[in-house]
């Protein structure tokens, strides 16, 4: 599963695969939206140096997590990493779990690799593909400890909420791929989207929130999600976060 094919660089193709442009594409939910980045000197650096390590690349079949990390480990999936700042942390605090990440944006990728590099992380591997469809043919059922999705693109207006990620179809796939007493931890700064995502992961037969009703159904922050620096100019603002736990039962 790990690409140790070539010493070079990987180059980033122009399109990923499963994205827009891609003629391969035909899914109507992804798991981001297309956008322009310049990928500094650093984080191409890391792509020659560490990308090949781990860097994963699509197969289309299904994964052995042993195999990949080397070690047998609990797993946590997280979609749509940005530029890897939460991701880092929470890897560096949790060594003895394995964090399997998907991301598109290229620059996110390399900056992720980067601190990989820095910090001296072993314990993430990361597939630049849409994670819809590594979920649907490469994450076996009911094998993923944990889940993550943190500040998804909320979509604000009306009209485009249809595309936001969190969805009822979507969340059936994480949900059937958890191990039972696996967690999903969404976290949004738009409060719309909060109401959303905890309508949603209500409905699923197979989740159970771990909030009671006295926070509206919301999760105090868990310890391990740091405040990026985003989020605290948010707070400073005056914006609200709120996380979002369940577990499968």
Same mark, same amino acid.
């Given at each position: 599963?790990?690409?140790?094919? !070539? $010493? ?14 891609? *003629? !391969? +594409? #035909?899914?109507?939910?992804? $798991? ?19 990308? *090949? ?5 699509? $197969?289309?079949?299904?994964? &052995? ?6 070690? !047998? %480990? ?7 990493? @940005?530029?890897? /700042?939460?991701?880092? #942390? ?12 998907? /991301?598109? #944006? ?10 990989? &590099? ?5 314990? =993430?591997?990361?597939?630049? +593909? ?12 009911? $094998? ?15 009209? +485009? ?20 007493? @696996?967690?999903?931890?969404? %976290?949004? &700064? ?8 905890? /309508?949603?992961?209500?409905? /699923? ?8 009703? %006295?926070?509206?159904?919301? %999760?105090?922050? *868990? ?11 948010? =707070?400073?603002?005056? #914006? ?10």
């Amino acid at each position: 599963m790990i690409d140790t094919s !070539s $010493s070079n660089p990987p180059i980033p193709p122009a399109v990923p695969e499963g994205a827009p442009g891609d *003629p !391969s +594409h #035909h899914r109507t939910i992804r $798991s981001f939206v297309r956008r322009t980045g310049r990928t500094t000197l650093g984080q191409a650096k890391a792509f020659a140096d560490v990308g *090949p390590k781990f860097l994963l690349s699509y $197969s289309g079949q299904a994964m &052995d997590y042993a195999a990949v990390y080397q070690r !047998s %480990a609990p797993t946590i999936l997280e979609i749509g990493f @940005g530029m890897g /700042e939460a991701t880092a #942390h929470i890897a560096a605090l949790m060594p003895e779990k394995n964090f399997l990440c998907c /991301e598109v #944006h290229t620059p996110g990728v390399g900056a992720l690799l980067k601190r990989i &590099d820095e910090q001296a992380l072993g314990n =993430i591997r990361i597939l630049q +593909h849409d994670a819809v469809e590594v979920i649907d043919n490469m994450l076996p059922l009911a $094998s993923l400890d944990g889940a993550h999705i943190f500040f998804p693109d909320p979509w604000h207006k009306k009209k +485009h909420n249809k595309r936001r990620l969190i969805q009822a179809p979507l969340i059936a796939k994480l949900a059937a791929r958890l191990k039972p007493g @696996g967690y999903l931890h969404c %976290a949004t &700064d738009w409060q719309p989207y909060a109401e959303q995502i905890l /309508e949603v992961l209500s409905a /699923e037969a197979l989740l159970q929130n771990t909030a009671d009703t %006295a926070n509206g159904g919301y %999760a105090p922050k *868990p310890d391990y999600r740091p405040l990026t620096k985003f989020e605290n100019r948010g =707070i400073k603002l005056g #914006h609200g976060v709120w996380d979002v736990v369940f577990t499968r039962v």
